[in-house]
């Protein structure tokens, strides 16, 4: 098929370790600019009770994303500390075709692969201040258990090491404000 390319067909990738706050910073960026859609990714991970079906992820189970990642469905798809996610691909491309700013918050192995895609995507990397910060921040949280949690922030250096190699723009989110400031400033500015 001809992929006609929109003239603002504009990707922004959103990355960071978990619990180092990137759904706030990108639900502030969606306030401050026009026409932004964020992204509902779909995952196979368990619900936990703060989160809603078809706001914070579609949940679904791995019976229905095998479905949709044989048809075609998702732009992107990875596995996350034993659970999969990925990315509905037709409400993005729908999105882009209405000339909106797309935001995805995924991960590094689905950040590369929707850069295969979509060349011109921004890819910003969100870091915590310290590492005893985010373990702070996730206990607050309070989402997981001890051990889903221990995992998640044993992860979290691989990720920030990928992250050097892959990604353009870095962001410290040590102040909310000042974090989302930057993001705002990278994504006009490219
Ligand atoms: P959480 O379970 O904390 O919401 O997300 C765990 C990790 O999965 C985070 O790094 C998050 O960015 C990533 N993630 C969320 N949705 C997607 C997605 O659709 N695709 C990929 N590749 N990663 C995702």
């Known amino acids: 098929m001809n992929e006609t390319k929109s003239r603002y067909d504009k990707i922004v990738i959103v990355s960071g370790p ?6 706030t910073i990108c639900k502030e960026v969606a306030k401050r600019l026009n026409n932004v859609y964020l992204s509902v990714s779909v995952t196979t991970r368990p619900r936990s009770k703060a989160e809603v079906d078809g706001q914070d992820y579609w949940f679904i189970s791995e019976n229905e994303f095998q479905k949709r990642l044989d048809k075609g469905l998702l732009l992107e798809h990875a596995e996350v500390f034993g659970h999969w996610y990925g990315t509905p691909k037709e409400q993005v491309d729908e999105a882009l075709q209405q000339g909106s700013i797309v935001i995805l918050e995924i ?3 689905g950040a590369i692969q929707v850069k295969r895609i979509h060349k011109d995507a921004v890819m910003i990397f969100v870091f915590p201040p310290t590492q005893k910060e985010l373990a702070e921040r996730m206990k607050l949280r309070g989402r997981e258990d001890l051990e889903t949690a221990e ?5 979290a250096s691989g990720e920030i ?16 404000q000042q974090a989302v400031n930057e993001v705002v400033e990278i994504i006009q500015q490219n």
Do not use: E
């Not at 978990?18 to 759904?23: C, L």
């Not at 090491?161 to 909310?176: F, G, P, R, S």
């Open 151 to 155: 995992d998640r922030l044993n992860g």
């Open 18 to 23: 978990s619990g180092v706050g990137k759904s």
């Open 161 to 176: 090491a990928a992250a050097w190699q892959y990604y353009k723009h870095m962001v410290i989110n040590d102040n909310l």
């Open 107 to 109: 991960d590094v192995q």
